[in-house]
């Protein structure tokens, strides 16, 4: 464990105590918390930190409360992966999502890895089993970094077959703001703390000779008044072969403990005059037809904003998608060219 802590509130002189984060604000096992997943166009805010920052989210919509996730700390012996993460005292888990593992003391937190089910690859798994990761050194003040390096073993499915590769990564974590957290329905939270955490881990594929990039960047918001768990987060997770410009899996979640009344899938730019698109039949079982009055990109997405086809149009073709073997639910069409920007809502029966 090569660890790099930046304690850049100190070297500042900050006296800013009350934005500390301690082991005490760790949710207890059996913390949960109803998130809902809202427009995954929300920005991530990157630059947005520091004392007294605010950060809007209040005008975004979202999908309805049957796309809530629970969002629970439970006991790792009670996972099937308990074995594998003996040493963990604490597995955060988002439903459908991703599951992460970790102990504490008075004055750090380590990462033993994480379980994630991907589309393409089934279950990955990174067990840090030869370094384990730090992603916190307490107490914490604003501008304060965590910077790590780890090593273990991912495990996961490459072309239907069973597969475990040695990796390597670097994970970061920074107490970056405390602010003011806007929500939807007029909910403003107060002395918020964002912590994002950006993890990139290289697995080495010997059948093949090459490598596989792993690439998490999750934004988390704290009101330690309402609950130890994040009341608001944003999880960006991208796959792709090393040195490869297109991902081979990517996706954005967004979710927050307030519920939106609005809903997502209404145009952010009309077509021009003249301009058919068109995207039928809807519902749709086995195929989806997009017609496109320009060249565009259109991109077909999951409600938890996993891309699962992407394809370009030429101007007045009829693309047939076959969506047979998706699974039934509601999916965002995005058709993008350089005149029209189009967002609909597909339900999959």
Not at 286 to 312: C, F, H, P, W
């Amino acid at each position: 464990m090569k660890k790099n802590i930046l304690l850049a509130a100190l070297l500042l002189g900050t006296s800013y105590v009350g934005a500390q984060i301690t082991q005490a604000d760790e949710p207890a096992v059996g913390a949960s918390i109803n998130l809902y997943i809202i427009d995954s166009l929300a920005p991530e805010y990157e630059n947005v930190t520091g004392n007294g920052v605010t950060w809007d989210y209040s005008t975004y919509g979202g999908y309805g409360a049957s796309y809530a996730r629970l969002l629970e700390n439970v006991d790792p012996a009670s996972t099937p992966n308990a074995s594998t993460y003996a040493s963990s005292t604490s597995a955060m888990s988002l439903q459908d999502g991703l599951t992460r593992f970790s102990n504490s003391t008075a004055t750090e937190a380590n990462s033993q890895g994480f379980v994630f089910n991907e589309v393409s690859f089934g279950e990955m798994r990174l067990v840090l089993d030869a370094d384990e990761a730090q992603i916190a050194s307490y107490p914490m003040n604003v501008s304060d970094q965590v910077i790590d390096s780890y090593a273990g073993t991912l495990y996961y499915s490459f072309n239907g077959i069973p597969t475990s590769s040695a990796t390597i990564g670097t994970v970061s974590t920074t107490f970056d703001g405390e602010g003011t957290l806007m929500l939807a329905q007029g909910n403003t939270f107060n002395n918020v703390k964002r912590v994002t955490t950006i993890d990139t881990s290289v697995a080495t594929i010997a059948a093949i000779g090459s490598t596989l990039e792993l690439v998490r960047r999750q934004y988390d918001y704290y009101d330690y008044a309402t609950s130890k768990l994040p009341i608001f987060s944003i999880v960006y997770f991208k796959i792709k072969m090393q040195g490869a410009t297109n991902p081979l899996s990517e996706s954005k979640v967004v979710l927050s403990s307030i519920l939106p009344v609005g809903f997502v899938g209404v145009e952010s730019v009309e077509c021009p005059t003249g301009c058919e698109t068109k995207v039928f039949p809807n519902p749709a079982t086995s195929k989806l037809n997009v017609t496109v009055g320009e060249d565009a990109q259109v991109s077909i997405y999951s409600m938890t904003g996993e891309l699962v086809t992407s394809r370009t149009v030429k101007k007045g073709m009829d693309a047939k998608f076959d969506v047979s073997e998706y699974s039934q639910g509601v999916y965002l069409v995005k058709i993008e060219g350089n005149t029209t920007r189009k967002v609909e809502r597909v339900v999959i029966q």
